[in-house]
């Protein structure tokens, strides 16, 4: 771990493309043999996000992937990205003139390597994340065994990280985070054209949970988190798309809950063209020490009601009670036998009053955001 | 209960060796198939060691095995070598495509109901299956890898040693 | 709750034996890139990140990722 650290700080640039950290490429399906080609991929991402009208977060983030096949039974993946991230972040709930300007500048890495086997696979990686203050770096090991039709996949999967923290407010400093996770899955191919998964996943984390950034936040210092996936892919046979629809069942011990319903459709067209269009629907419920934007009579702006200076408490947007919807598309083309590119756009709107079911905080303006990412692919 | 199960599945999953429908020495399923150029039927090829390969135009290894056979009939044909390649592609346009950027130096049968396949009862793809000159089954192979090469020749070798 | 998502999981796991059983000369739609559930693409990753960044929920079809200060 700490050489992953020093070779990082004293080669620069060529070290941060060198170094990569990794996280496991999720459940797949047919696991047989490596894929028989390599590819380099090059991509971009352009985020934004508004509140109240202003424009709050921007964030650039060019990023570089390989996977290479090799010797015919391991297949090794390695990516980098670099994230530009500029903005105002409110200091508390969504108000702007408490807001702190930033300017951050994030590199992270991953490597992993995949053994296949006659009936499974077994791949281990390594991930790492640096800002200024912020250094992650986490290790996986997944493994994966097939039936003998090959019809029914299981997945086991280990996970854990490392974080430290050390904030330009000095309002804590050397504060450290550590997580471990276990995955259960099963891949089962229902009929020629119908596939389906479901994934377990716990964590359990120990460490500095708030925001550093955020007036008066003070969370638990554990949080334990489940998460439960199921997916199901459709073929069409009469236009030739597929389905692809997910749900996201999510719970963890700050009391948050979370639900994540999303559906896209691949569709090939003529001449090597694909369109991808996509929603999501999300819906969470506020973490319990989450407070509404409603403040002491007596000390005013960010302090709850009845304020004494202890207890959990926090006025993060992202821990409130809303909903939010993505509507998105992505185009792609085949260039030729090696190149390909994608770019895809989407627009994403969080709001207190959209959370499904029950009521959502209220108080809090909406929050609207759009990307565009951009990939070129090479195959090699 | 639920710890148990998962257990027995991954232990059956585990101990369980691969199960050839065919054993060795039965006699080879016959096929009669639609080729390229007419039909291609197992009963015309008594005589011959014949290696029936099942593949498909979707199938990554395929690609791989389709140079290595080409090579294996250009030097074993005269020594009474016949490949075989039954297209499994329900769709026998997508065959037909794939042959177009890969041609077949044997023959190629279509069979895109499946039939073949079945009644050789194979577990993956591709699978190849190597027929002595009696018709009778000498072995089944699951997959190709580049390990696979040699040790598919020599068996090919020791077929075609056999009926000299 | 937690024994629930289990039932959910062994549900799944038992129902398996009798579903799908689709022969291996069958999987030419499967194989299909759009029919995995490949997560390494490079927009699943941005995606992903920009998510947790902004919603509580996080994590579902890997492990291993690293976190980060992100706000």
Partial sequence: MTSNEDKASGRGLAASIMTAALMLPGVQAHAETPPANGTITLGYLNYKDSQSGLDRTTVHSPSLSITAPVAGVWNIGASVVSDDVSGASPRYHTAISGASHMQDHRTAGDVSATRYFERGTMTAGVAYSNEHDYLSRALSLQGSLESESKNTTWTVGIGHADDHINPVNKIVSNEKKRSTSLLLGVTQVLTTSDIAQLTLTHSQGEGYFSDPYKALDNRPRSRDETTLLARWNHHLASTGGTSRLSYRYYRDSFGVRGHTLGAEYVQPLSQGWTVTPEARLYSQSAASFYYDPLYDAKLGAPFPPGYNGTGYMTADQRLSGFGAVTLGLKVSKQLDKLWSVDVKASVYQQRGSWRLFHEGSPGLDALRAQTVQIAINRQW | MKPISIAMLLAAALGAAPAWALEKGAAAPQFDLQGLEGAVKLAKLQGKVVYVDFWASWCGPCRQSFPWMNEMQAKYGAKGLQIVGVNVDANSADARQFLTTMPARFAIGFDPQGATPRSYGIKGMPSSVLIGPDGKVLLEHSGFREADRAELESKIQNALGAVK | ?71
Wanted: hydrophobic content about 35%; charged content about 15%; glycine content about 20%.
């Fill in chain 3, 1 to 71: 709750m937690k024994a629930l998502l289990l039932i959910a999981l062994a549900a799944g796991l038992s129902g398996c034996a009798s579903l799908g059983n689709v022969q291996p000369w069958e999987k030419g739609t499967l194989a299909r890139t759009e029919m995995t559930f490949g997560d390494g693409h490079m927009f699943t990753r941005f995606d992903d990140h920009i998510y947790t960044s902004r919603e509580a929920s996080s994590g579902g079809a890997g492990v291993g990722g690293g976190g980060c200060g992100c706000n």
